[in-house]
C-alpha cells in the first residue's frame, strides 16, 4: 500500500531540524526500499523549511502511522502537523527513476484538497515533468480526497496548472527539492 506524508514544520522549529538531521536521514534509511520519494519543502523563495514529503510503500496503515508518528522530527516536536493518507502512484515509478532533468526549472509539491466526485485520476498529457503523480485516497484505498504531484515547472503557476482548479477546496503549492542521501 503507498501512503503519502507531508510533515509540516513547526514556525521556529529550524534549530531542532537542523539538530536531528542526522537522526532524520538514518531513520530514513531504514525505509530505503519502501521510498518512491522524498524531500523537504520551501517557502517559495527557496529560503525556509517549511516541511518533508516522504512517499512510502508499506504494508498496511499501522505500518504507515508508526512511519509517520514514530520519526525523529515528529517526535522531537519540530513539525506542527502531519497529513498521512493513501496515495496510488500513477507514474509506477521512484524519483529516482525520474527520466527528466533535475536542474532545469523549479520542483514543486502541489496538493489538491478534493471535495466531491474525483478529479485528475488520468495522467495529464505532458508528462516529461511529473516526478510523482497519484490520488489521495481515505484507508479504504477508494474514496478520493485529493490529488498530490511533485513536479518540474518553470514556476507555481504552472505548477498549480497540472490540477483541474474548479475540482478542489483548496490547491497548495510548495517549492519542494530531491531529498535523501541516493
Known sequence: ??????????????????????????????????????????????????????IIDLPDPTAARAFAFDEPNYQAGAYRDVLLRRWRNMLGRTMWEFPGDRSSGSQYLVLGLGEGPA??????????????????????????????VLLSAPDPDAARAVLTPDRYVDIEVHAWEFGGRR
Open 1 to 54: 500500500m503507498e501512503y503519502f506524508c507531508y510533515h509540516r514544520d513547526r514556525p521556529g522549529s529550524l534549530a531542532l531540524r537542523e539538530e536531528l538531521l542526522e537522526e532524520h536521514w538514518s531513520y530514513m534509511d531504514r525505509y530505503a526500499k519502501e521510498l518512491i520519494a522524498r524531500g523537504p519543502t520551501f517557502t517559495h523563495d527557496g529560503e525556509t523549511l517549511t516541511g518533508s514529503v516522504h
Open 119 to 148: 478529479a485528475d485520476l488520468d495522467l495529464p498529457p505532458d508528462q516529461d515533468g511529473l516526478i510523482a503523480y497519484g490520488p489521495l485516497l481515505a484507508d479504504d484505498g477508494d474514496t478520493w480526497l485529493g490529488t498530490a
